[in-house]
C-alpha cells in the first residue's frame, strides 16, 4: 500500500492514508483509447441481458432459494475470478500498457459484514446490483433510476461518514 497525501475538507490538516486500489498507472490513455473499454462494458451488458441476470424475477428467485440460475452465475463468476488472480500471480501478468499488476492484501473487519447485509438487503428489496443497474436501464426499465440514485447517494453518504463508521 503507497501512502498517499490528502487534504479532507472535514479535517484540520494534510495526513497520510493508504488506499486500497491506489491509482498508479504510469501512463494515460487516450479517449479514443478508452474505447475499447466502453465496448467491453457493452458487450458486458449484452451477456448481463441474454444471460437474464438483469431480470428482477431471477433475482427474486435466488433471494428466495427456488432457483439455482443466479447462483450459477455468481458461483461461475467467483471461479473465474479466482482462476484469474492465481494466473496473475503465477505468471506475473502486466498490464496492456506493461505495467505490473500488485493485488493488495485485505484485512477482514466487522465494517464489511454491516456493509455485506445493507447491500444485500439492497439488492433483494430493488432487485438490483450494481454491476446489471446500467444493463437494466439500457433496457428500457427507467424505475432502475431511482435504484442508481440511491446507490450514487448511498456511496456519498458512506464517503461523507467513513470516519465514523466501524471499519
Not at 427474486?60 to 439455482?68: G, L, N, V
Not at 450494481?130 to 432502475?144: E, H, K, N, R, T
Request: charged letters at 15%.
Amino acid at each position: 500500500m503507497q501512502p498517499i497525501t490528502t487534504t479532507n475538507p472535514r479535517a484540520t490538516e494534510n495526513r497520510e492514508i493508504g488506499c486500497d486500489a491506489p491509482n498508479v498507472s504510469k501512463k494515460s490513455e487516450s479517449g479514443l483509447a478508452n474505447l475499447k473499454y466502453m465496448l467491453v462494458g457493452l458487450a458486458f451488458g449484452i451477456v448481463f441481458v441474454k444471460a437474464e441476470i438483469i431480470s428482477w424475477f431471477r433475482i427474486q428467485e435466488m433471494f428466495r432459494f427456488d432457483s439455482f440460475h443466479m447462483y450459477g452465475v455468481i458461483g461461475s463468476a467467483v471461479m473465474v475470478g479466482m482462476l484469474s488472480v492465481f494466473l496473475i500471480k503465477r505468471f506475473n501478468i502486466r498490464t496492456l500498457n506493461g505495467e505490473q499488476v500488485y493485488i493488495m492484501p485485505k484485512t477482514f473487519n466487522k465494517g464489511q459484514i454491516y456493509g455485506g447485509l445493507l447491500f444485500g438487503f439492497g439488492w433483494a428489496i430493488t432487485g438490483a446490483c450494481p454491476g446489471p443497474l446500467f444493463a437494466q436501464i439500457g433496457s428500457g426499465f427507467w424505475a432502475v433510476l431511482v435504484t442508481l440514485l440511491s446507490a450514487i447517494a448511498g456511496t456519498w453518504l458512506y464517503g461523507y461518514f467513513r470516519e465514523r463508521l466501524p471499519h
